[in-house]
């Protein structure tokens, strides 16, 4: 009778083996969303960082975009019970194998980034509606602005990318510098809708300005030539290098091809950790990729590498992977774009 209870013991547990795998992909959802979403984001900044060290280097940039992934989990087992019964009565004898096994096999797309999306998201200045959304949602009116605009009424941000050089107007930096200190104090805030295939945007000034608020409000009506008039109505911002009429202040975007380059000044190509001063980012190289670092790869035999202290450059990848990911959503349609009741 023992002998009976073990086999159908060793039954049921083979059985339970097999059958433990129910539900199985709703088991599986929390860890693999985590996983996969935490790869894509290392991915992510890895291949903009590959283009970077790229660039650096005069070769063209690429993209992979990722468009879908599968994982499929196949389940598979068997169990053979061979039982023997004796002869002359008495307990049978039994033989029990099985197996049980659980596989994975995830299914990626890539999609290489060319043509008219390659145009848009690397090749054509950022939308600046993008920008103003961003400003809307509290990002740093001045660090935006200095990384990615080339100029505001005709007044030049400097930019030392190889393709893209231009001299800056010294009072371009003082300027961002009064933006960002209204903006911290809460006298500028910005509204941004859209509209079918168009976006408008309202920014205010608080009616309630100190004495530095007023300095600092002159301070931008002055460096970016904007006519006193022009704030007893509305000013219109439209997508250009210079105003045509005293309402409008034009704004002139960066491409995404310009910022990479602008980032890939600051590859340090010799391992000697000299650095460009004014590159956004600073990416180490050597021969061996260091134990800790915020991302790192492997090129032509060699390590380039992000330190993991280096806050500065990590923000500078991160804004890079946020303004190419709107940059391909972007609308073409760009002008009239931004209202300003400024009165």
């Known amino acids: ?32 969303r985590i996983d996969y979403n935490e790869a894509l984001r290392e991915s992510d900044t890895a291949l903009v960082l590959t283009n970077v060290v790229a660039l650096r280097f ?20 068997f169990f053979n019970p061979n039982p023997r019964i004796p002869p002359y009565g008495g307990d049978p004898a039994a033989t029990l194998s099985g197996q049980a096994f659980l596989r994975e096999t995830p299914t990626v ?12 998201s690397v090749l054509e200045p950022m939308p600046p509606q993008t920008l103003l959304s961003m400003i809307q949602a509290g990002w740093a009116v001045d660090s935006l602005f200095r990384f990615a ?39 500028l805030s910005m509204r941004v809708t859209k509209h079918d295939k168009t ?21 931008v009506k002055r460096v970016f030539r904007m006519r006193s008039a022009a704030f007893k109505g509305e000013v219109t911002i439209v997508a250009a290098e210079a105003a ?24 340090d190509v010799t391992g000697e950790g000299r650095f460009d001063p004014d590159a956004p980012i600073r990416v180490h190289s050597g021969p061996k990729r260091p134990e800790t670092v915020y991302a790192a790869i492997r090129r032509r035999g060699r390590w380039y590498w992000i ?37």
Do not use: W
């Not at 797309?109 to 848009?120: A, C, L, N, S």
């Not at 045509?244 to 590859?267: C, F, H, K, W, Y």
């Open 1 to 32: 009778m023992s002998s009976r209870l073990g086999v159908a013991a060793a039954l049921a547990g083979t059985a339970l083996a097999l059958g433990g795998c129910a539900n199985l992909g709703a088991r599986r959802l929390p860890d693999d």
């Open 58 to 77: 005069g070769e063209s940039p690429s993209f992979l975009s990722v468009g879908s992934i599968v994982s499929q989990y196949e389940r598979n087992g």
């Open 109 to 120: 797309t890539y999609t290489p980034v060319t043509g008219e999306k390659f145009v848009q």
């Open 149 to 187: 605009v080339r100029s505001i009424n005709g007044v030049r941000n400097e930019s030392r990318a190889p393709l893209f050089a231009q001299r800056g107007d010294p009072e371009f930096e003082q300027a961002l510098a009064a933006l960002r200190r209204l903006q911290r104090d809460n006298k």
């Open 199 to 219: 976006f408008a945007a309202h920014a205010h000034l608080s009616g309630e300005l100190s004495e530095a608020n007023r300095a600092d409000v002159a301070l």
């Open 244 to 267: 045509e009429t005293p309402n409008e202040l034009a704004i002139a975007t960066r491409s995404m091809m310009e910022v990479l380059q602008m980032m890939s000044l600051g590859v």
């Open 307 to 343: 330190a993991s202290d280096d806050t500065a450059s990590q923000r500078a990848i991160m804004l890079a992977e946020v303004l190419m990911v709107v940059n391909a959503q972007g609308d073409t349609k760009l002008t009239p774009l931004l209202t300003v009741p400024a009165g």
